[in-house]
């Protein structure tokens, strides 16, 4: 069993930025792959990023509308995973939550994570 809190959510003006981390608990942390999701107001649940550790190697992987902008990160020490964002737009307003997958393949379909976070609001105004 794993456990998820996210945390760094808020009100940001456009332009600006925010670090999300998602504090994990539980299972070792290392053998999962990662993800970040978002959820705007009457939305479907959108693919952030995702990030594996495989074989001493780690690959990060983004959506085309966070690539450049957003960054994944994962510390082992502390089994927290981040969300760097950057350049941060109105249309970035949404419920952010980290995911995690036992099978160390990365995918952007969220019924493929097994465990989820509470989620953490992320505003940008204009």
């Known amino acids: 069993q794993v456990q998820l809190v996210e945390s760094g959510g808020g009100l940001v003006q456009a332009g600006g930025s925010l670090r999300l981390s998602c504090a994990a608990s539980g299972r070792t942390f290392s053998s999962y792959v990662m993800g970040w999701f978002r959820q705007a107001p009457g939305k479907d649940r959108e693919f952030v990023g995702a990030?594996?550790?495989?074989?001493?190697?780690?690959?990060?992987y983004y959506a085309d509308s966070v690539k450049g902008r957003f960054t994944i990160s994962r510390e082992y020490a502390k089994n927290t995973l981040y969300l760097q964002m950057n350049s941060l737009k109105p249309e970035d307003t949404a419920v952010y939550y980290c995911?995690?997958?036992?099978?160390?393949?990365?995918?952007?379909?969220?019924?493929?994570?097994?465990?989820w976070g509470q989620g953490t609001q992320v505003t940008v105004s204009s």
């Open positions: 990030i594996t550790w495989i074989g001493g190697s780690g690959s990060t």
């Open positions: 995911a995690a997958r036992i099978l160390r393949v990365a995918t952007m379909k969220p019924e493929e994570y097994d465990y």
